[in-house]
């Protein structure tokens, strides 16, 4: 049966106050959990995820999982393990001894971020390109996608791993032309990712269908995704305003674009 009652993790974030009003228009009835309070839901779990406890109470009865908490940009290695790579694990162990079948999990371009990106007639980046992270934040989403493979093979949990591009109300940026995911394609995927069958671990690239698309949306249309929106709509204004992207430049020849060139955070 299609899940019903879904836990969406990071419910306060960006992402998070998209897709709490998105996806229930699906059917969904969600519980949110977030760090912080979530802005006019005051039944909001308000949950670290370094606290076993409160997260195993929090995956108790629901069908699904979207997991969209942790931090979102670079940090210290110290704060991504905690959030990231630990705060994942407790999610995941939670899941397996509460019997919750799948977990869409906010995998990001940034796991494999160092891979070219194509020029001219290149062919589209392949899901299944060997993990180059750009970051020890792109780092903690290449564990959580081996998290879940470990949890598939070992306990049949499922996950749905999207790789996300860009998903903001707009595109703001002209790599964004090329990795853009409309916050209404994010809620079509999610919901796609939360109700093909037989998943297994999939791993797909999370976008719209854009004319300057870098990378191949095979795996996530086999979910039964039909991404409506393309960014060029966008395209002429930002070009106007930014320029090309110049491939000669480190910060725009790669898919992770200035977060393989940005000075590391430190303390490292
Ligand atoms: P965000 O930074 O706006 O939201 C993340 C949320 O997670 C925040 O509300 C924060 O309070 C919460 N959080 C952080 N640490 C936590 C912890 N230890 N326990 C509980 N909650 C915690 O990020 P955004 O943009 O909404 O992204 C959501 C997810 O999607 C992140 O995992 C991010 O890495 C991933 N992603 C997002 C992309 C995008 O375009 N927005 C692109 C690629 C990946
Ligand atoms: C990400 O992984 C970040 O969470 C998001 O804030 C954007 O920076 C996005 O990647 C991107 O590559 O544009």
Not at 50 to 73: F, M, Q
Not at 143 to 149: K, T, Y
Request: hydrophobic letters at 40%.
């Amino acid at each position: 049966p299609a899940p019903r009652t879904v836990l969406l993790t990071g419910a306060a974030g960006g992402l998070g106050t998209l897709m709490r009003e998105l996806l229930p228009e699906y059917g969904y009835t969600l519980r949110l959990l977030d760090l912080r309070p979530v802005d006019g839901a005051p039944d909001a779990i308000v949950a670290d995820l370094a606290d076993k406890d409160a997260v195993r109470e929090a995956v108790r009865g629901v069908d699904a999982i979207v997991h969209l908490a942790g931090i979102s940009l670079e940090a210290s290695f110290d704060k991504i393990l905690r959030a990231n790579i630990e705060g994942t694990h407790h999610l995941y162990e939670a899941a397996r001894e509460e019997g919750v079948r799948r977990i869409v999990f906010a995998s990001s371009n940034h796991a494999v971020g160092y891979t070219p990106r194509p020029r001219g007639d290149d062919p589209l980046i392949p899901v299944d390109v060997p993990h180059r992270p750009d970051t020890f934040y792109g780092l903690s989403k290449c564990f959580g996608e081996d998290l879940a493979q470990l949890y598939w093979d070992k306990h049949g949990l499922e996950t749905v791993s999207v790789r996300i591009g860009s998903c903001f109300p707009e595109p703001t940026s002209v790599r964004m032309l090329s990795v853009w995911m409309s916050p209404a394609d994010g809620a079509r995927l999610f919901h796609a990712a939360l109700t093909a069958e037989n998943v297994g671990h999939t791993v797909v690239h999370g976008s719209s269908a854009n004319t300057r698309l870098w990378w191949d949306l095979t795996s996530a249309r086999a979910l039964g995704y039909e991404p409506r929106d393309d960014s060029e709509p966008y395209a002429e204004k930002l070009i106007a305003e930014q320029g090309e992207l110049d491939p000669d430049d480190p910060a725009h020849a790669r898919l992770g674009g200035h977060f393989v060139t940005d000075p590391p955070v430190w303390p490292h």
